[in-house]
């Protein structure tokens, strides 16, 4: 799966937090992207703007179990988040640029430490915070080590089946994936009667001795094969 760096485009870099009363910034967009942390599901807003960073979490009275905030910086280095006007209990993880957790923390807000603001700094350098309602980690056995990755995981794999001898190969491998990954499902589609004798070795035999390939590939490809055995 592609990393969290590979689908999110950042810009400046500041100071963590969740939030500055005297500089509250702007509100991160409210739009949920999914995210996964090893292969537990969740829900977080963005914050990858230092308005947005600046004002993190602040003035937000509840989330859903599942639902947090992703902090984006534009490089490695130690990250301070810290709670001044934030109202629920937090757990923070912080990530370096492969999305792999350094380390987790869990933050009370100033209503349940007497006033005081509780902050932290980041033993090793980060690229990604994300902060998740207390006890988010613990109740899923996440710690470091796991990782951060954008986007919906994929839930099936689709195989082409032309022969017999295809089914039995994709079988085995369809029978692995489901040791290795019980969720995912493989789906096998048989090819039409009409296209089962062609293959890529066919193709290729055909197209590197002049001939014309276009009955058995897509005409562009039959163009590039021309244009590749050509020179």
Same mark, same amino acid.
């Given at each position: 799966m592609p990393r969290v760096r590979t689908l999110l485009t950042v810009l400046a870099l500041v100071l963590g937090a969740c939030a500055d009363a005297r500089t509250p910034g702007t509100p991160a967009p409210d739009t949920l992207h999914a995210i996964h942390i090893g292969t537990v599901p969740a829900r977080?807003?963005?914050?990858?703007?230092?308005?947005?960073?600046?004002?993190?979490?602040?003035?937000?009275?509840?989330?859903?179990?599942?639902?947090?905030?992703?902090?984006?910086?534009?490089?490695?280095?130690?990250?301070?988040?810290?709670?001044?006007?934030?109202?629920?209990?937090?757990?923070v993880a912080f990530a370096d640029a492969d999305g792999r957790i350094l380390e987790?923390?869990?933050?009370?807000?100033?209503?349940?430490? $007497?006033?005081?603001? *509780?902050? =932290?700094?980041?033993?090793? /350098? +980060?690229?990604?915070?994300?902060?998740?309602p207390a006890g988010f980690f613990a109740r899923h056995g996440i710690g470091p080590g796991h990782t951060l990755r954008m986007g919906q995981a994929a839930g099936a794999i689709v195989?082409?089946?032309?022969?017999?001898?295809?089914?039995?190969?994709?079988?085995?491998?369809?029978?692995?994936?489901?040791v290795l990954l019980p969720r995912i499902e493989t789906l096998l589609l048989a090819t039409s009667p009409a296209l089962a004798h062609i293959t890529s070795?066919?193709?290729?035999?055909?197209?590197?001795?002049? $001939?014309?390939?276009? *009955?058995? =590939?897509?005409?562009?490809? /039959? +163009?590039?094969?021309?244009?590749r055995f050509s020179s």
């Open positions: 977080v807003r963005i914050a990858s703007t230092p308005d947005e960073r600046r004002r993190g979490l602040m003035h937000v009275d509840a989330l859903a179990p599942d639902e947090g905030m992703l902090f984006v910086y534009p490089v490695a280095d130690q990250r301070s988040i810290w709670m001044e006007n934030c109202r629920i209990a937090l757990d987790i923390t869990t933050l009370a807000p100033p209503t349940q430490t $007497g006033g005081d603001v *509780a902050q =932290v700094l980041s033993e090793d /350098a +980060a690229v990604y915070v994300l902060e998740m195989r082409g089946v032309r022969s017999g001898t295809d089914y039995d190969y994709e079988a085995q491998m369809a029978a692995t994936n489901q070795t066919l193709v290729r035999q055909v197209a590197s001795m002049g $001939g014309d390939a276009s *009955a058995l =590939v897509p005409g562009p490809v /039959a +163009a590039a094969l021309r244009e």
